[in-house]
């Protein structure tokens, strides 16, 4: 047997049972794989489920607005994906009268749609031959084939894309794309590979020069930034229940256009004393001294590229702030779209 005949016989024998898997509709598969971009499979799935569930069709998406689209999508992270799938569901209704392109290169075209994504729906959906190469498929080319290039570098990605290509099942590209993926997924794994059980382990090059673990040549490590952010949790008392304060956050970055509240970042850990006197604090409450009635623990929340360190301070006021537009009621917090880490601190102090 060939190494693609015998990975695809391994795979029909060893594949998961994934709620994607078997479909051919391109929109429902399409989500799926921005779902799953560096989203673990456990947590993913319930995910998947329920942003479907919501938005069974394109029709269903495109017609939703971006705020509901971001509450369903809370607490994956990567806002970004959620946004551009809501784009690109409207794209292809207004302008492509609802029907998904068929193409890869029509479907790299969608806005935040890359090379793995496009080529997975044009491969699984319409049976294009084009090869999906994410980081299992990497991983298991490398070793297999000893490939020294740094993990993410182009030459690598260049090198394992062409010979996925030339390894591919013509007649059945979505199979051979998804037997790749479980294979590394399962066995060719990142710590602990499974190398005494492999079906390859005779012809690895990695296994035969006991050089597993240095495969993948990882990346340079980037530096890790630090951020140090004081959430002003402002609550007030109306007559129909108490409020608290939120900002919309309108800049293009990760959270764009979710809420939180307002903040006034500092270069390290800062006493409660200290905060009062910085510039912000003094540009919010316009000389009222507002009384804090709590300050959180510390929350810790990991980015691709950065740690937040956060800390929120719980204010009384008779009266909010002038100056902010959103004075949202307590039972509408959970109605909203927030980033994971207001929602942590929000459930922890507040339900």
């Avoid at 099942?169 to 399962?186: H, R, W, Y």
Wanted: glycine residues 6%; aromatic residues 14%.
């Amino acid at each position: 047997m060939t190494f693609t005949s015998t990975l695809i016989a391994w795979y029909e024998e060893n594949k998961r049972d994934l709620p994607f898997r078997g479909i051919q509709d391109p929109y429902l598969i399409w989500v799926s794989e921005v779902v799953l971009q560096q989203t673990r499979m456990e947590q993913g799935i319930d995910y998947y489920l329920r942003f479907i569930r919501r938005f069974p069709t394109i029709q269903a998406l495109a017609a939703a607005s971006e705020e509901e689209v971001l509450i369903v999508w809370q607490g994956l992270g990567y806002y970004s994906r959620a946004r551009n799938l809501h784009a690109s569901s409207k794209e292809i209704v207004d302008k492509l009268g609802g029907e998904f392109p068929k193409t890869f290169a029509q479907i790299r075209k969608l806005k935040g749609v890359g090379d793995y994504s496009a080529a997975s729906v044009a491969s699984l959906a319409f049976n294009e031959p084009q090869a999906a190469v994410d980081g299992n498929v990497y991983r298991f080319l490398a070793r297999y084939f000893g490939y020294f290039d740094e993990a993410g570098s182009s030459p690598g990605k260049k090198r394992v894309k062409e010979k996925s290509e030339m390894l591919m099942d013509k007649d059945q590209p979505g199979t051979f794309n998804q037997a790749m993926i479980e294979f590394g997924a399962l066995v060719c794994t990142p710590q602990n590979p499974s190398c005494r059980s492999c079906i390859f382990k005779a012809s690895c090059y990695a296994f035969g020069h006991q050089v597993t673990g240095e495969i993948p040549v990882k990346k340079r490590a980037s530096t890790i930034r630090k951020r140090y952010l004081n959430y002003l949790v402002i609550t007030f008392k109306e007559d129909n229940g108490p409020g608290v304060i939120l900002n919309k956050r309108e800049g293009d970055d990760i959270w764009k256009n979710l809420y939180d509240f307002p903040v006034i970042e500092t270069t390290g850990r800062i006493s409660l004393h200290r905060l009062k006197k910085t510039e912000e604090w003094e540009t919010i409450f316009q000389g009222k001294k507002p009384v804090v009635v709590n300050i959180s623990e510390e929350f810790r929340h990991i980015l691709s590229h950065q740690v937040i360190l956060a800390t929120f301070y719980q204010i009384s006021m008779e009266e909010p702030p002038a100056q902010f537009e959103w004075q949202i009621p307590f039972e509408q917090m959970d109605s909203l779209p927030v980033p994971r880490l207001i929602s942590k601190y929000w459930q922890k102090y507040f339900h």
